[in-house]
């Protein structure tokens, strides 16, 4: 398809179809314009581009993540959530519209997931008119166009002008999809990372010059061979640029074998590093790989390599420089093919002056650093990833939206976040909890406040629960005593026992326990089952 014709379905401003025309090599650019002109041309205060990513899923309509590539008139951390189908009526029904437009009527009951995310410095906005489209590249489902108003009957006469705008937009990801493939991208033009593993639970993608200059070095550095040494803060998603280097370089069909050299203990390093033979040491009952051989043919990555003893560090510059390693009590060698990645949040320059760092070791470590910026440096990056937070703690309360108050945006670009984007997490997770026991919801949004993040004062730390409530006695009640568990089993409990309490109150009855919890009914009973309190 010539541009021409990607810009035949509307007949625009020559101006306006330059733009988008010129625009098609960069979606980061394309994607925002597209908005803009829709935003100027429909009746709409609010629209959203989103993006299919069905990797974790069957790929068949109504399953996968939504990623938002674009939005107008919403909050800022809406562009950093990501919105599950299964957890989203209003978006599955979009999905599984098949080619037409869905106008859903004034009275609909399924949940908005925009509702209350369209800013107001002084309520909450709730959407009254709701438009979407499905687009599809080459027959296959590719993402959603959505648009919002917050009058009833907004969009009436205007449904064939939205379709025509669904339909350049269907026509120019189908453009970028094509222009990808060329240039070797796999065709999507999509740069997201896969799902990160359990326990990892932030994305390091952003829009800020600090990380489109890493992600740039990143996917520069990934082709090569070159040994990378990753520097930067705890909590900044040092093993997520590790998993980024794997997964775009040759060897992403390897494994990426990953050790944690600060948990290995002194006595047991090589033996995990380089492996040992039957009756190396006391316990070496049969042969066993080490970490170097289980990543033949794929990349090792050392996190913490700070904390490896001298004498671990000096048998592995043989493995660093010509590819072989010695297993405990052999005298054989082995040649391994291993790419090599390294991540500190030391200053290995300075541990090799004190003589703590073998400094050999250290230039075979920093062929190519990378340095990966704290938040505090990302700017508006902070809203982004705090909306990835938003939502899934949005999920875990079972919640129609989470959100932040204006206050509490401009603390969080405020404060210097000093545990980095772990720190956001946490500091979202508690302030959930602390807001969902503190006061009741708005129609079931509930909107997190300075005092719920911890963030009451310019530059104050993130307090624990209990730190806050004693600071602010008459401000934060207290909350019901819960068990020492982690964070997301003491989210389950939590919730156990609200759903528990409200039936107890309305004598069994779910949709009375659902009104009074600020939920939909079928969100509660979805709830409930994940919970194990319903069949």
Known sequence: MDNDAVISTLSLPLEEAGALVQALDDPARLWPLLLDLMARHLPCDACALLRRDDRGGTGRAGEGLLVPLATRGLS???????????????LKAIAEAGGGLLRFPAGCELPDPYDGLIPDLRQRLHVHDCVGAPLGVDGRPWGMLTLDALNEGRFEGWEGAIAAWARLAADLAAATERRAALAGDGGTALRIL????????????????????????????AASDLVVLVLGETGVGKELVARRLHTRSPRAAGRLVHVNCAALPDALVESELFGHVRGAFSGAVADRRGKFELADGGTLFLDEVGELP??????????????????????????????????????????????????DVYHRLSVYPLRVPPLRDR?????????????RNRARLGLRNLRLSVAAEQRMLAYPWPGNVRELEHAIGRGAIRARVARPTDGGVLTLTPADLGLEEEGSAVTATMSVQQARPTEQPTLPDLPQLPLRDAVEELERRMIREHLARHDGNWAQAARSLGLDRSNLFRLARRLGLRE
């Open 76 to 90: 800022p951390d809406t562009l950093g959530r990501r919105f599950e189908l299964e957890e989203h009526p209003r």
């Open 194 to 221: 896969d799902d990160p593993p359990q326990g990892l639970d932030f994305d390091p993608i952003g829009a800020s010059p600090a990380m489109a200059s890493l992600l740039t070095e990143i996917d520069t550095v």
């Open 310 to 359: 001298l004498a671990a560090q000096a048998k592995m510059l043989r493995a660093l420089q010509n590819g072989e390693i010695q297993r405990v009590g052999s005298d054989r060698h082995i040649t391994v093919d291993v790419r090599v990645i390294a991540a500190t949040n030391r200053d290995l320059a300075a541990e090799v002056r004190e003589g703590r760092f073998r400094a």
């Open 379 to 391: 700017g508006t990056d902070i809203l982004r990833l705090a909306g990835l937070f938003l939502e």
